[in-house]
């Protein structure tokens, strides 16, 4: 399998939180910290997608395999803790932000609008931006 075909393959696993392909993907060598790129342009490892999509499990599988909590798209700034926010998930930012998650890290999430941080992606009144803003 190509590198970016096995990284788009763990990316989608991740996303999906098929964690018997993740484990495989890894096996046959796909890189934990490899991107595929989303709609936006953005740089996303599967830790990323595994966020976005609130697949815990996954997330907790890829952190143990030597994921990046702080991995940062170098075009865009975006994080996994953007990416958790940005789909309000709680679970997922609570558990970027143990494993070192930067709350303050900015991105050009909009591509050249506004810096904004993993709370700005959040509503207020929901768990992520309470997780958020501690």
């Known amino acids: 399998m190509t590198t970016g075909i096995a990284n788009a393959s763990l990316c989608a696993a991740a996303f999906l939180g ?5 484990r495989a993907h890894l096996d046959d060598g796909a890189d934990i910290n490899g991107t ?4 936006a342009g953005e740089a996303l490892t599967p830790l990323m997608w595994a ?3 609130g697949r815990i499990e996954a997330m907790y599988i890829l952190l143990a395999q030597g994921a990046s909590p ?3 798209d170098p075009q ?6 953007h990416c958790a926010a940005m789909a309000n998930q709680p679970e997922a930012v609570a558990v970027l932000m143990v494993h070192g ?10 591509q ?10 959040t509503r207020p009144g929901t768990a992520a931006h309470a997780l958020l803003s501690r």
């Open 36 to 39: 595929t790129t989303n709609h």
């Open 51 to 53: 966020s976005a999509g």
């Open 101 to 110: 998650a930067d709350r303050h890290a900015t991105a050009d999430h909009n």
């Open 112 to 121: 050249g609008t506004e810096l904004v941080k993993p709370i700005d992606l």
């Open 18 to 22: 098929d964690l018997d392909a993740i």
């Open 76 to 81: 865009t700034g975006v994080t996994a803790l």
């Open 70 to 72: 702080t991995y940062t």
